[in-house]
Structure formats: C-alpha cells, structure tokens
T-cell receptor, first 115, second 112 residues
Framework: DAKTTQPTSMDCAEGRAANLPCNHS???????VYWYRQIHSQGPQYIIH???NNETNEMASLIITEDRKSSTLILPHATLRDTAVYYC????????????????FGQGTILTVHP | SQTIHQWPATLVQPVGSPLSLECTVE??????LYWYRQAAGRGLQLLFY??????ISSEVPQNLSASRPQDRQFILSSKKLLLSDSGFYLC???????????FGDGTRLSIL
C-alpha cells in the first residue's frame, strides 16, 4: 500500500472549517483513500473514503485531486469534540492478496479545535 | 446495524500470566476480523487477521496467538505475558472489497 504524508499538527477555531491535507504521491490505480480519527483512549473511528471522486457524508467531505496524489479532509464546522488525531490511509481491496485490506496507520495529524 | 464488542475495557496482568481478549461482531455474516495493537505514543500495528472460521494469518511474530472459533468471534490469547505485551488492543471488522474497517473500543492492557 502507498505511504501517506500528513502535517504533524493543526489548529482550528470552533465553528470554522478544518481542512486536513494528505499527500499520497505513490498511490496506485486500485487504492482508495481512507480517513479515520482517534480520540484519546478510544478506538479509531471511520470517517470517509474515496477512490477519485469527491465524497461527502454526514461527518465530512473528501476532496481528491485529479491526479490522485493528494487529498483533503474537510470538517465543515469544527467543534471542540472534533479534537483528535486524524489518519489518512491508502489501501487496496480486502479481497485476495496477502494483506487482506491491512490498514497501515502513520502518525496522523493532531487537530486541536479551540474556542 | 452492525456492532462490535470488546472486553474487558482495561486489564492489569502480572508478567507470565495468561491472556484472553474477546471480540464479537453483531449484525453481519462472514466478516473479515482483525486484531491491532497500539503501543503508547505509536501508531496501530496489525497483529492478526481472519477471513473465516479457523483461518488466522499473523502479520508479525510475537508472543500472542489468535483464534476464530465462530463466525463473529475473534479471540486474542497468550500463554505467558511479557512486559512488552502492554498496549491498547483493538479489534476491527469489515466486509470484503473496499469497505472500511470498523473498530471496537479497545482493551487497555497493562503488564506488571
């Protein structure tokens, strides 16, 4: 699976949009981009994933560049409860192969939302 | 809807004692199941995964073993715990293909 690069930390004011970037320049054609977050002492929470089209759900939006070498997770109206470590992960399919969809977590971005 | 349960939430064990952590999934059939460990201040490391009953694959050599006696039950075990086994243990499930993995609340294991 391709590696990802994220900033170590970011700050965001409550109520503003939080834009978290991720570089994945070695992504291959069949790999998806996944975003998770982990609040202290809890298991990672799935946020969103996508292949090449922009995606939106009730939690966030995912913008993937046309060349697929980078993406941005957007939390449209950040709250204090969004303070967490955000992980961007590139992964192939669960089906077949030797990794069976293993998620490789890097260090992620520590997002701090302040009042 | 699907849910995943892990227990216990916290566990303190002496060195050399056995371990059994259990994970169960509800609301889905034949899921892929995973055990991860997160050491303090580090990222998650995949330990084991299973694509079916009795089918276990290990990602890294270690002092732990895993079993899947039922379709939606995944167990992490050790015969003799080491200090280095301390950490946050997480179970996850997914369906096949590109669907995401969903994690339980984890077990925080401390070895004394």
């Amino acid at each position: 699976d391709a590696k990802t690069t994220q900033p170590t930390s970011m700050d965001c004011a409550e109520g503003r949009a939080a834009n978290l970037p991720c570089n994945h320049s070695t992504i291959s054609g069949n790999e998806y981009v996944y975003w998770y977050r982990q609040i202290h002492s809890q298991g990672p929470q799935y946020i969103i994933h996508g292949l090449k089209n922009n995606e939106t759900n009730e939690m966030a939006s995912l913008i993937i560049t046309e060349d697929r070498k980078s993406s941005t997770l957007i939390l449209p109206h950040a709250t204090l409860r969004d303070t967490a470590v955000y992980y961007c992960i590139v992964r192939g399919s669960n089906a077949g192969g030797t990794s069976y969809g293993k998620l490789t977590f890097g260090q992620g971005t520590i997002l701090t939302v302040h009042p | 809807s699907q849910t995943i349960h892990q227990w216990p939430a916290t566990l303190v064990q002496p060195v050399g004692s056995p371990l059994s952590l259990e994970c169960t999934v509800e609301g889905t059939s034949n899921p892929n199941l995973y055990w991860y460990r997160q050491a303090a201040g580090r990222g998650l490391q995949l330990l084991f995964y299973s694509v079916g009953i009795g089918q276990i694959s290990s990602e890294v050599p270690q002092n732990l073993s895993a079993s899947r006696p039922q379709d939606r039950q995944f167990i992490l075990s050790s015969k003799k715990l080491l200090l280095s086994d301390s950490g946050f243990y997480l179970c996850a499930w997914s369906t096949a293909g590109y669907q995401p993995q969903h994690f339980g609340d984890g077990t925080r294991l401390s070895i004394l």
